[in-house]
Nanobody, 124 residues
């Protein structure tokens, strides 16, 4: 069982930055690929970014490519999402997810464990 706890959300003006963190429990963090997803009101949960178990492979949604960076620290059992040049359309609840596989994936069904989410609001 893996437990995930997100932090770092908040209110920021357009053009600003936030760094989300996801703390995980469990000894096998280093064997899990990790992902970030988001869900805006009235919309389906969508993929944002993912990182392989080693951090050597990353993938991003087109909407955040060049602005967001996913990273991980296996020694601390944490994964991060650095978000720069934020836009009002980035407003959503952001979720951290863990996948019982070492390779990256972008579908919600590919992930086995989910955090409770952290709210990110970008004002115009």
């Amino acid at each position: 069982q893996v437990q995930l706890v997100e932090s770092g959300g908040g209110l920021v003006q357009a053009g600003g930055s936030l760094r989300l963190s996801c703390a995980t429990s469990g000894r096998t963090f280093g064997t899990y690929a990790m992902g970030w997803f988001r869900q805006a009101p009235g919309k389906e949960r969508e993929f944002v970014a993912a990182i392989s178990w080693s951090g050597g492979s990353t993938v991003y949604a087109d909407s955040v490519k060049g602005r967001f960076t996913i990273s991980r620290d296996n020694a601390k059992n944490e994964v991060y999402l650095q978000m720069n040049s934020l836009k009002p359309e980035d407003t959503a609840v952001y979720y951290c997810a863990a996948r019982g596989s070492r390779s990256v994936a972008s579908r919600t069904n590919d992930y086995d464990y989910w955090g409770q989410g952290t709210q990110v609001t970008v004002s115009s």
